[in-house]
């Protein structure tokens, strides 16, 4: 296999049929899906500039074209959704999700945009781009926040971005609320069985919709609401319990994040606009799930 040559056969059998072909009319001849869904992985592996992928992918332009043009009108998200479909069929889903963030480092050539800054986009519709495209300040610098919802194998469900300095708890029930498995009949499933998350998901919001839904949280309490609690007596309530051993399973979602960070053009943004960015990490979501599904008849 070439170095060039990106994806296996039976990963592309899972996704070639998705994307764009020829349509028959006149003009210049139809770029090769397959080459240029291999440039954007190798653009986004090695984290080098558009302008600067090998001769062999072809002119960068067309590279970049695709990437942008399927990152608005949503292919990858389609054609994660589809995955997501198909492995829930095969019972490769284990609906024991885990949730986390991870900050990624924002270059100075993407944050050369006019933004508006402050508290102007919830971040619910994924596909819009948020008029602060995701941008966020704090101590580092500028910086962008890639929120994951994972399965209990540790394979992205919904992924969404926000500003670096954002909190992780405001963005769990959003990220539950984008869970939609589609199944063959009836309506998609949206409930998992449980959600795994660290002391930063731990507030009373969070576990009332979880408990009006059914949903085990798997969440332990920071020490400064238990000692809120113990201070307030008898009308602090009940100790929060958890399933300290099914905790420990929540490492999967650190462990997809730090497979994720592999991805140099991710682990670093070069990306203006949150919806490319986005749409790169749903991206490698849909090579996490081609792997998984390779071996599925």
Request: charged share 25%; net charge positive.
């Amino acid at each position: 296999m070439s170095r060039f040559q990106l994806l296996s056969d039976a990963q592309w059998d899972l996704i070639g049929g998705f994307l764009p072909g020829p349509t028959g009319r006149k003009g210049r001849p139809f770029s090769d899906a397959r080459t240029m869904v291999e440039a954007i992985v190798y653009r986004y592996r090695t984290g080098i500039a558009w302008r600067d992928l090998p001769a062999v992918f072809g002119p960068w332009q067309t590279a970049w074209k695709w990437h942008r043009r399927m990152a608005g009108d949503g292919t990858w998200d389609r054609i994660h959704a589809l995955l997501l479909a198909r492995a829930d069929a095969a019972g490769k889903v284990d609906w024991s999700v885990s949730v986390d963030s991870t900050i990624a480092r924002a270059h100075q050539h993407a944050t050369n945009i006019t933004r508006v800054t402050g508290a102007s986009s919830n971040y619910k519709n994924l596909l819009a781009e948020p008029p602060d495209h995701g941008f966020g300040r704090s101590r580092g610098g500028l910086s962008t926040k890639l929120h994951h919802l994972v399965d209990g194998r540790g394979l992205p469900l919904v992924i969404a971005v926000t500003p670096g300095q954002s909190g992780d708890s405001p963005m769990l029930i959003p990220l539950l609320e984008q869970l939609r498995v589609a199944r063959p009949s009836g309506h998609p499933r949206t409930r998992p069985d449980r959600v795994r998350g660290d002391k930063a998901y731990s507030s009373r919001a969070i576990r009332q919709h979880l408990r009006d839904r059914g949903i085990q949280a798997v969440i332990p309490q920071p020490s400064d609401q238990i000692g809120h609690r113990l201070r307030r007596g008898s009308r602090g309530g009940r100790p929060v319990s958890y399933d300290r051993d099914d905790y420990r399973n929540r490492n999967v979602v650190e462990r997809r994040l730090a497979a994720l960070k592999q991805w140099r053009g991710i682990a670093t943004r070069y990306d203006k606009l949150a919806t490319v960015y986005r749409s790169a990490a749903v991206f490698t979501a849909v090579i996490a799930w081609t792997q998984h599904l390779g071996d599925t008849p």
